[in-house]
T-cell receptor
């Protein structure tokens, strides 16, 4: 099955700086790569996703890049703000189908004032 | 729309007791999922359903059963709870195929097994 590795587990950045979280996956059939943000006591919420026919996608301060050859994808957050503090999860769909997502173990992003 | 709702929000069980977690969605989604979240482990898929009356096993199905009798509901059962099942359980739903992969998550159920 699919295996998703996520780094780092904790990331502390100064407010206004950029943050980058990286993930690798193992199943070459995976074609959907979402990123979720989870705030304390809440369920994960989709913030951006990318499909395998696209190399990069941007939505205001967040962007995701995908390298299918190397099987890795990254989340970039620019001009970080205090409300960006949360746990971020990358994921990949298993076997290319919609039969569930395989998640990375999460990155705790801390924005220092 | 309420989105995805989960009942109950919290529960404490003793080893060997049984319980059912209820997930409901009002988005007419075909696909529904149950995940568990443990510290440092991310979310792991327990069971999922691709439509009313169908269920399938995920990554960690042992000790759990599920049913999807109605399209909008997905039930997760623990027949004989064990301390290893202490976790936060999340339900999710999606349209399913093609470009509609986005999964919408509920607020979670925190379960403690003593």
């Amino acid at each position: 099955g699919e295996n998703v590795e996520q780094h780092p587990s904790t990331l502390s950045v100064q407010e206004g700086d950029s943050a980058v979280i990286k993930c690798t996956y193992s199943d070459s059939a995976s074609n959907y790569f979402p990123w979720y943000k989870q705030e304390l006591g809440k369920g994960p919420q989709l913030i951006i996703d990318i499909r395998s026919n696209v190399g990069e996608k941007k939505d205001q301060r967040i962007a995701v890049t995908l390298n299918k050859t190397a099987k890795h994808f990254s989340l970039h957050i620019t001009e970080t703000q205090p409300e960006d503090s949360a746990v971020y999860f990358c994921a990949a769909n298993s076997g290319g189908g919609a039969d569930g997502l395989t998640f990375g173990k999460g990155t705790h992003l801390i924005i220092q004032p | 729309n309420a989105g995805v709702t989960q009942t109950p929000k919290f529960r404490v069980l003793k080893t060997g007791q049984s319980m059912t977690l209820l997930c409901a969605q009002d988005m007419n989604h075909e696909y529904m999922y149950w995940y568990r979240q443990d510290p440092g482990m991310g979310l792991r898929l327990i069971h999922y359903s691709v439509g009313e009356g169908t269920t399938a096993k995920g990554e960690v199905p042992d000790g759990y059963n599920v049913s999807r009798l109605k399209k909008q509901n997905f039930l997760l059962g623990l027949e004989s709870a064990a301390p290893s099942q202490t976790s936060v359980y999340f339900c999710a739903s999606s349209y399913g195929q093609g470009e509609f992969y986005e999964q919408f998550f509920g607020p979670g159920t925190r379960l403690t097994v003593l």
